[in-house]
């Protein structure tokens, strides 16, 4: 059904779209997306939210060529590893750009764009992918 | 007095010539390229959507302002190509920029002349003390006919505008003409859009263009040559020049708005990308005039005023946007534009 | 706690088993086991079934009474244990503290996938739910893209080389070859690796394992009870389990699997052994990179050695230690609740010496059993009785 999955995605739409995260003040570390319990902390975790710039670089990435049925549209397409200036690491795909060369280390800056649709009827999911910049 | 505060723009990098539409449809690029002064048009990827260059232009928008976007008070998103039917790309906006939840927001369309409404709308909440900023958009993936002579001009791209007081120009006033005029449309449920052909000239384009702008400049009492830059929607790079002599101004006073010759026809961002190259390079205290066309039909006019601040922002990012580019063929361009598809 | 031994043990055939369903090949590796082990279904007191994906494949949840059913064994406890690619050797070692503790005395541990009832791309997405589903599958990830992104990390840190990978699919064939219960019987190429179409740069299909049906079923006891049902018990003399944050881009680095390292340390100090005594290890290869990860973080091989030593032929049969005689996961086939279980029964006849064909003449045996990219380990050290 078109709504299956809708309340679980929505929750996301704040981490998703404008990378959202948190910080807990204990102890220093960045998080993305959000938990609730610092790693380091345990009990002693205080989280606040964090917004993360959209910088970072490209830690590892590979090209999907045989994706799953939502993904297929896009295909192939360049996955990576992106680790933001703030500390965290997150997954993410690189926008295509024949242009430029996409290596670690090659640094990348935040983008909006669609990530899946639930069929022709349902729901699009927006989200973040990458894009190098020199 | 509203001003513009901020603007940001955005343009897929991909671009498909006039001479690889033409090669499809076994028709002679050169006469195209002569009669619509275009020589290729900007192609979404297959993940970008009007949204996504809103959203984009938005935040390249509050960067340049240096707003925080909390204090955005309404979001317009103007369009022809909205992801959906029903649920609002402003509130998509609004969310990825990080201006929820104290603000209104809502969807416009009035083809090609949404953008600029959604201007209007601001500038009068701004007036009146209701906002302290508005966020006017517009963005479109352009849609035509396959083999149809708009498939050589329907672009894509966006072009925002944060409204506000005292910024880095002025909008002085601002005059608009609408009648039921249907030149082009699209019907619920279409997959393309007609128009009347000829017809989308001179009842259409011309009428409302030429109707609006004598409207403002008697209103204000202000002649072309008071200007140092003139911008009329461009669906091709000849209509803005031609309504530009009708109405008194000069092929130069129009050329710097002309990016319809690099991109295409945007829709709803076509005026406000016009105007956002003219405020690339306008110096302070220089005068814009400003008239769009959207079909079904109507336009909107504006009388804008650059002022010193203009010097204090770093610009300049449009021309490297028209520069990023990457060709694609025929069938990745439908494929793109989802006309090519699976299921 | 007390010593436990292995005292039978069973498989189906891996393969694409159209003519069989998930009941027939469990019933058919639980029959091999109870013969094995000359015991009747009454004699056994619990059991722990494996399977990741049931549900989702064949629509089927509550997997555990079913499977103990099917073998014919009446109103015991029965447990399902899941941890993806894990949930074999999880349930293997679930089953070894139900004997250590005293809580029974004959336990029965079966894992099974039917995996080919539905379309690849189904199986794929089900696999799929043993990574991070909010933050990287819906991101665009699949499981050869994560190996991937290890393999290329890999590759910029030590210099391994797509043809070392590939190395290991060879050797994997070849020993596989040798096993009459693998899914692949044909020999491969170095080239016919890397000519092979590209899954997930840099890794190519040759370089992933296969969809698989398949069963496994090991039997446990107390070692001071074992002979009365099997002249060669082996006895599990380590068994060590560990986690770590789901998705690939939380661990602290791409070039190894900490869990694996922490299970691996901790199997060590239970046997009181090195990685240098141990002769024969099924390690998890679900993709070539895997497998050189394996036999670093396992210890036999120094941290970006791997792929050297794989070139050097030190992990064949009569190298320094022998990796996947079965075939692994790559030859043998990944029936993902099967593997972990079938691990032990290679493992177990490796140190019997009835491998046919593929003997090593091993003491001591090991197996490794990894979940998603890396989240769930379990290592279990063996040695005959």
Redesign the interface.
């Given at each position: 059904m078109e709504s299956d999955g809708l309340a679980l995605k929505w929750r996301r739409i704040p981490n998703r779209y404008r990378l959202l995260g948190s910080h807990c003040e204990n102890c220093g570390a960045n998080f993305f997306p959000p938990r609730k319990i610092c790693p380091n902390c345990g009990r002693k975790t205080k989280m606040v939210e964090k917004t993360f710039s959209g910088y970072g670089k490209i830690y590892s990435f590979t090209v999907v060529r045989t994706p799953t049925e939502e993904h297929k549209e896009n295909a192939p397409y360049i996955l990576a590893i992106v680790q933001l200036d703030e500390g965290p690491k997150l997954t993410a795909q690189i926008i295509k750009d024949n242009n430029k060369e996409i290596k670690i280390g090659s640094r990348v800056k935040l983008a909006f764009r669609r990530i899946t649709e639930d069929g022709k009827e349902g729901l699009i999911h927006y989200g973040y992918k990458f894009q190098v910049i020199k | 007095m509203a001003s513009i505060v901020g603007y940001g723009f955005y343009i897929p990098r991909l671009r498909i010539k006039v001479e690889e539409i033409a090669r499809v449809w076994g028709e002679d690029p050169e006469q195209i390229k002569e009669s619509l002064g275009v020589t290729e048009k900007s192609v979404p990827e297959i993940d970008e959507d009007a949204a996504t260059m809103a959203v984009e232009a938005a935040r390249n928008a509050i960067n340049f302002a240096e707003i925080d976007p909390k204090k955005i008070g309404a979001i317009f998103v103007g369009s022809e190509s909205h992801p959906y039917a029903v649920k609002p790309t402003a509130s998509i906006v609004a969310e990825a920029v990080g201006a929820v939840p104290n603000l209104t927001a809502v969807d416009m369309e009035f083809a090609c002349k949404a953008g600029t409404t959604a201007i209007q709308a601001c500038m009068a909440m701004v007036d009146s003390g209701m906002i302290e900023y508005g966020l006017a958009i517009g963005s479109d993936v352009a849609q035509s006919k396959p083999g149809d002579a708009l498939d050589y001009t329907s672009g894509a791209g966006a072009c925002a505008f944060i409204i506000g007081k005292e910024g880095i120009a002025d909008i002085k006033a601002t005059a608009s003409y609408t009648t039921d005029t249907p030149d082009f449309w699209r019907k619920q449920g279409a997959s393309f859009p007609s128009h009347g052909g000829r017809f989308t000239g001179e009842p259409a384009y011309f009428k409302h263009v030429t109707e609006a702008s004598k409207a403002l400049l008697k209103k204000i009492n202000l002649q072309p040559k008071d200007f140092d830059f003139a911008v009329f929607h461009q669906p091709n790079a000849k209509f803005p020049v031609r309504v530009a002599k009708i109405l008194g101004f000069s092929e130069e006073q129009v050329n710097q708005s002309l990016v319809v010759k690099k991109i295409g026809n945007t829709y709803s961002a076509s005026s406000m990308l016009g105007l956002a190259s003219v405020l690339e390079v306008a110096e302070p205290n220089q005068k814009i005039f400003v008239t769009s066309f959207g079909s079904g039909a109507g336009s909107d006019s504006f009388i804008i005023e650059t002022t010193e601040k203009i010097k204090t922002k770093k610009r300049g990012l449009l021309k490297k946007m028209l520069e990023e580019k990457e060709y694609v063929d025929y069938a990745i361009y439908l494929k793109n534009k989802k006309v090519l598809k699976s299921e | 706690m007390r010593r436990v031994a292995i005292v039978g043990v069973g498989m189906s055939k891996f393969g694409e088993l159209w003519d069989k369903s998930l009941r027939d090949i469990i019933a058919e590796a639980g029959l091999m086991a109870l013969e094995d082990a000359n015991m009747e279904s009454k004699d056994i007191q619990a059991l722990y079934g494996a399977t990741m994906a049931s549900g989702e494949l064949i629509g089927q949840e509550h997997v555990a009474p079913l499977i103990a059913d099917q073998m014919g064994f009446k109103n015991i406890p029965a447990t399902r244990v899941e941890n993806a690619c894990a949930s074999g050797g999880t349930a293997l070692r679930e089953a070894y503290l139900a004997v250590a503790s005293g809580a029974f005395d004959i336990v029965a541990v079966g894992g099974v996938e039917k995996m080919t009832d539905v379309s690849t791309?189904l199986a794929?997405?089900a696999l799929?739910g043993a990574g991070?589903q909010?933050?990287?599958?819906?991101?665009?990830?699949?499981f050869?893209?994560l190996y991937?992104?290890?393999?290329?990390?890999h590759m910029?840190e030590f210099g391994t080389t797509e043809e070392q990978m590939a190395m290991v699919a060879v050797k994997n064939h070849e020993n596989a070859y040798k096993n009459k219960f693998a899914q692949f019987h044909n020999l491969i190429t170095v080239d016919d690796v890397l000519n092979s179409?590209?899954?997930?740069?840099?890794?190519k299909i040759l370089d992933c394992s296969p969809i698989t049906d398949g069963a496994a079923v090991a039997i446990l006891a107390p070692v001071e009870i074992a002979k009365k049902y099997n002249d060669a018990p082996v006895e599990i003399i380590a068994s060590a389990q560990a986690s770590d944050r789901i998705?690939?881009?939380?661990r602290e680095n791409?070039t190894s699997l900490k869990a694996t390292q922490i299970a691996a340390k901790e199997a060590y100090k239970q046997a009181k052994l090195e990685p240098n005594d141990i002769q024969v290890c099924e390690v998890h290869d679900c993709f070539t990179i895997a497998e050189i990860l394996a036999i670093e973080d396992l210890g036999f091989f120094k941290k970006g050695e791997g792929g050297k030593a794989t070139e050097d032929g030190q992990t064949k049969i009569g190298g320094k230690v022998a990796i996947n005689t079965s075939g692994g996961l790559k030859g043998c086939g990944h029936p993902v609740g099967a593997t972990g279980i079938k691990q032990a029964v290679e493992i177990t006849w490796q140190l019997r010496g009835e491998a046919e064909g593929r003997n090593t003449n091993a003491e001591i045996g090991m197996t490794h059993n990894v979940g998603g990219s890396g989240a769930t380990a379990v290592v279990h050290i063996f040695k005959r009785v």
């Open positions: - | - | 791309s794929t997405t799929g991070d909010e933050w990287e599958l819906f991101q665009g990830a699949t050869p893209a991937a992104l290890m393999a290329r990390r910029y179409k590209l899954v997930a740069d840099p890794l998705a690939l881009h939380d791409l």
